[in-house]
């Protein structure tokens, strides 16, 4: 930027004649002075300006490229909303291996501002701290600062990391929603590799999670996403489930708000199933799921782990979530066309399945009508069997749905099904 001429009017003191000295000559160099304070500053504004503004040109083109935004960029925010950032939170303690997690997630993020990541690190682990430090400005590293034990009751005491991660939990949602002011985050632990359309998924199920009072949350993860249990070929296709999945998970500022204040000194994640928190709302979650553990070492101790959890098929094929209609998640519209499918699907037994005598790729209906009768039929087919509040892994309005030797099942409920019944736990 030019600076304002210093010749002319501001000139005169210099000028032959004019010695400068007094009263008027002291007057005039500070004045010159301080115009020449104001233009400094004023070129100082004018460069933050153009680096915000470039900040954000390189947004939208960022936007453009990962979107799929093909119109001219917008003159007003009415025409075209700036796309919402979605930070990333890494749940980390003492697991080095957290750099597995967070290489992918830098590998397959299209975009360092769109998609923050905070780590949040209790435990106190130097090593740990190190490698997540090593990420230098890739990454906000912050630490849980009460890292003393919890007074728990005495049956409790080999369960006191459940209750460390509880408080964890507390403090670092607090830290991005509060602190941070982010209006939705979604949560990752240590131990999670995510898929390449991960950032892909949670876009484009980030607009119906706020608008759609029915949901409370949208999952990465299928409790029976096993080799096997899901469709190859159904990569897109998506659900809704009444249980709660976690295992890389998004929720919203307005759910952390409701939830925070009751928020329990354990076990968070079996709390969110119960029916207080629930209130009959739903989570989306994949045919194929976004996120694999890796952590067969935890507070867990690896209980399913070994069973279930190192089979789990994680998506590599990308698909462009962003592009598609996806209204068919619609509570009414889905309703109609599940209850269609599931129970227009003829019932059959374990038998019929394993003898390989039935054409088609089904759906076909296993029916079960009491808690045991479910665990006995899910075992049998190779499915989680565990209940939490009544509601099955993965279940919506009672059915489980997966693929057996290429064919879709529904294990389901009797028709007319109504309600959880939280006993059936």
């Known amino acids: 930027m030019r600076r304002p001429s210093t010749q002319g009017a501001l000139d005169t003191p210099d000028k032959p004649g004019n010695t400068g000295d007094g009263a008027g000559g002291g007057q005039l160099g500070n004045l010159m002075n301080e115009v020449m304070r104001v233009a400094n500053a004023f070129e100082a504004e004018l460069a933050s300006q153009k680096k915000i503004l470039l900040q954000i040109q390189n947004h939208w083109a960022v936007w453009d490229n990962k979107g799929g935004v093909t119109a001219a960029k917008p003159k007003s925010q009415a025409e075209h909303s700036a796309p919402a950032v979605i930070p990333i939170l890494v749940i980390a303690c003492n697991r080095v291996t957290v750099k597995r997690c967070l290489d992918k997630l830098i590998e397959h993020r299209p975009s360092a501002e769109l998609y923050p990541i905070i780590v949040s690190q209790d435990c106190g682990h130097a090593e740990t701290s190190d490698v997540i430090a090593s990420y230098g400005s890739q990454l906000t590293h912050i630490k849980q600062p009460d890292l003393s034990d919890i007074s728990v009751p005495s049956q409790h005491k080999k369960f006191q990391g459940y209750y460390k991660i509880s408080r964890h939990y507390r ?27 991960f950032f892909e998924y949670f876009r484009a199920l980030h607009p119906i999670l706020k608008s759609d009072p029915t949901l409370w949350c949208v999952s990465a993860w299928n409790d029976n996403g096993r080799e096997g249990f899901v469709d190859p070929g159904k990569a897109s296709l998506l659900y809704r489930t009444d249980f709660f999945p976690g295992l890389g998970w998004m929720l919203t500022k307005d759910l952390w708000a409701e939830i925070e204040p009751k928020w329990p000194a354990s076990f968070w994640d079996d709390w969110m199933r119960h029916p207080d928190q629930r209130r009959d709302r739903s989570c989306i979650r994949p045919e194929i799921s976004r996120t694999l553990t890796f952590g067969r070492k935890g507070v867990s101790l690896g209980q399913f782990y070994d069973k279930y959890l190192r089979f789990i098929k994680l998506n590599s094929e990308f698909v462009p979530f962003t592009k598609m209609d996806l209204s068919y998640l619609e509570k009414k519209k889905y309703d109609e066309s599940f209850e269609k499918e599931v129970y227009a699907a003829p019932i059959v037994t374990v038998e019929d399945l394993k003898s390989g005598k039935l054409s088609g790729s ?33 279940g919506y309005r009672g059915v489980v749905s997966f693929l057996l030797r290429g064919k879709r099942v529904c294990l389901a409920p009797p028709a007319g099904w109504s309600q959880y019944d939280p006993s059936w736990s």
Do not use: C, H, I
Not at 179 to 194: G, I, M, Q
Not at 389 to 394: E, F, I, K
């Open 171 to 197: 403090w670092a949602l607090n830290q991005v929603f509060n602190s941070f002011s982010y209006s939705a985050v979604v949560v990752v632990e240590d131990d999670l590799e995510v898929a390449p359309d």
């Open 362 to 394: 089904g759906p076909f209906r296993v029916q079960y009508s009491s808690p045991d009768s479910f665990k006995t039929l899910a075992r049998s087919l190779g499915v989680m069997d565990d209940l939490k509040s009544g509601v099955p892994r993965a």
